[in-house]
């Protein structure tokens, strides 16, 4: 009976409030909270740095701790105490977990707005260090890796100094593959758009076409990834492959002259290839050497060589028309037609290069022999007199 009496009135003394049944705060958190409601942030913080080594799963020590941190501009321990502070389940974490949030939030838009303005006007390393506060104050939000990536891809492709472009182009990558873990729904194309690009960039092709082929597979009329991959399979040497690349994005964009051009330079190099072999087996011919069987490829050769020059010369003209003032579609154009000897047909070109260049001497060179071809004689001797009196001879 003696026993259940005491225990009874254990149990009314706790009732009363006269008996503390919850833990007693440790000496140092005590210390700890005395001083930091004082204002005295340093010896708070020293306090809560050693209960939170007697008392690990202390989460409002490590709260606490994360709010001296951004009192003093630390924001990446300011970021590390709040996620130590949030992995501990206890009776605080939802009440944490929003008090966070806010602050997060808070710092991360106004470091956020304030990179814009830098990123604007072309100030790249101060935005990329504005963007970095975003990202340390919360690493959740993609934007900020977003535009930091964006604003590293900015200052390579700026960038004087070759260890500046190859330094900033690493951290472009990193940045938009982790925009890209972040993402996984593929609302983000941009960032991977400019993984892409920044592969090409590096000339790091076997990463940039996975990465590419990635891009059309959420986006398959993407124009600019599809010419990508046909300039890379280009200079890869995989010609048939880019023909067939250029062709899908010349469907979706028929009138653009960048694609016509680096099409029509497809077809020129490949007529430029056939050549050589021409040339080798006319060399042979010459000197009585040819076999049958080259005497019979040679005719075949003749044939593809006038095909993709003819090719190359439908891609130019069109580029040229587009573009209007476009001098290198205009050369490019004047060579293939002169590479199946169409002198006459370089006439008009030829006059074009020259009133967008007049003191292109090589332009007059070229338009005289023209001229002669076509029997011009007096226009023939005019360019050649201008050709002349610009190159010196």
């Given at each position: 009976?003696?026993?259940?009496?005491?225990?009874?009135?254990?149990?009314?003394?706790?009732?009363?409030?006269?008996?503390?049944?919850?833990?007693?705060?440790?000496?140092?958190?005590?210390?700890?909270?005395?001083?930091?409601?004082?204002?005295?942030?340093?010896?708070?913080?020293e306090f809560f740095q050693k209960e939170v080594a007697q008392n690990p799963d202390n989460s409002k020590a490590y709260f606490n701790m994360g709010?001296?941190?951004?009192?003093?501009?630390?924001?990446?321990?300011?970021?590390?105490?709040?996620?130590?502070?949030?992995?501990?389940?206890?009776?605080?974490?939802?009440?944490?977990?929003?008090?966070?949030?806010?602050?997060?939030?808070?710092?991360?838009?106004?470091?956020?707005?304030?990179?814009?303005?830098?990123?604007?006007?072309?100030?790249?390393?101060?935005?990329?260090?504005?963007?970095?506060?975003?990202?340390?104050?919360?690493?959740?939000?993609?934007?900020?890796?977003?535009?930091?990536?964006?604003?590293?891809?900015?200052?390579?492709?700026?960038?004087?100094?070759?260890?500046?472009?190859?330094?900033?182009?690493?951290?472009?990558?990193?940045?938009?593959?982790?925009?890209?873990?972040?993402?996984?729904?593929?609302?983000?194309?941009?960032?991977?758009?400019?993984?892409?690009?920044?592969?090409?960039?590096?000339?790091?092709?076997?990463?940039?076409?996975?990465?590419?082929?990635?891009?059309?597979?959420?986006?398959?009329?993407?124009?600019?990834?599809?010419?990508?991959?046909?300039?890379?399979?280009?200079?890869?040497?995989?010609?048939?492959?880019?023909?067939?690349?250029?062709?899908?994005?010349?469907?979706?964009?028929?009138?653009?002259?960048?694609?016509?051009?680096?099409?029509?330079?497809?077809?020129?190099?490949?007529?430029?290839?056939?050549?050589?072999?021409?040339?080798?087996?006319?060399?042979?011919k010459a000197e009585n050497k040819a076999g049958q069987e080259q005497l019979n490829k040679l005719e075949s050769l003749q044939k593809k060589k006038?095909?993709?020059?003819?090719?190359?010369?439908?891609?130019?003209?069109?580029?040229?028309?587009?573009?209007?003032?476009?001098?290198?579609?205009?050369?490019?154009?004047?060579?293939?037609?002169?590479?199946?000897?169409?002198?006459?047909?370089?006439?008009?070109?030829?006059?074009?290069?020259?009133?967008?260049?007049?003191?292109?001497?090589?332009?007059?060179?070229?338009?005289?022999?023209?001229?002669?071809?076509?029997?011009?004689?007096?226009?023939?001797?005019?360019?050649?007199?201008?050709?002349?009196?610009?190159?010196?001879?």
């Open positions: 009976m003696r026993i259940k009496s005491l225990k009874l009135a254990i149990i009314i003394l706790a009732m009363m409030g006269l008996i503390n049944t919850a833990p007693a705060k440790s000496v140092e958190m005590r210390s700890a909270e005395i001083y930091f409601s004082q204002g005295d942030n340093h010896k708070a913080m709010q001296i941190y951004r009192e003093w501009s630390e924001y990446a321990k300011m970021s590390e105490m709040f996620d130590k502070s949030l992995a501990i389940k206890d009776k605080y974490k939802d009440k944490y977990l929003v008090e966070i949030a806010e602050i997060r939030d808070e710092l991360w838009i106004q470091f956020f707005n304030a990179a814009v303005q830098p990123f604007n006007e072309g100030d790249f390393p101060n935005a990329i260090n504005k963007f970095s506060l975003a990202v340390t104050v919360d690493p959740q939000k993609i934007d900020g890796w977003n535009q930091r990536g964006k604003s590293y891809l900015q200052l390579a492709i700026t960038a004087d100094s070759d260890s500046v472009k190859q330094a900033a182009f690493k951290s472009a990558i990193e940045n938009f593959k982790k925009v890209i873990e972040l993402d996984p729904k593929n609302e983000y194309l941009d960032a991977r758009i400019n993984l892409a690009l920044v592969y090409y960039e590096l000339e790091d092709y076997d990463n940039a076409v996975p990465a590419l082929q990635t891009i059309l597979k959420s986006d398959p009329e993407n124009a600019d990834a599809i010419s990508k991959l046909a300039l890379i399979y280009q200079l890869k040497g995989q010609s048939e492959k880019a023909i067939a690349e250029y062709n899908k994005a010349l469907k979706i964009k028929p009138d653009s002259p960048n694609l016509l051009f680096n099409l029509g330079v497809l077809y020129f190099q490949m007529g430029e290839d056939i050549q050589k072999s021409v040339a080798e087996i006319e060399a042979l006038e095909d993709l020059y003819s090719k190359a010369i439908n891609s130019f003209q069109k580029a040229a028309e587009l573009a209007g003032d476009d001098v290198d579609a205009l050369w490019n154009l004047v060579n293939s037609l002169w590479r199946i000897e169409r002198y006459t047909q370089t006439i008009p070109h030829l006059e074009k290069i020259t009133e967008f260049q007049p003191d292109d001497a090589n332009a007059w060179q070229f338009l005289s022999i023209a001229y002669t071809k076509n029997g011009d004689f007096e226009n023939g001797r005019a360019a050649f007199l201008k050709y002349k009196e610009l190159s010196g001879k």
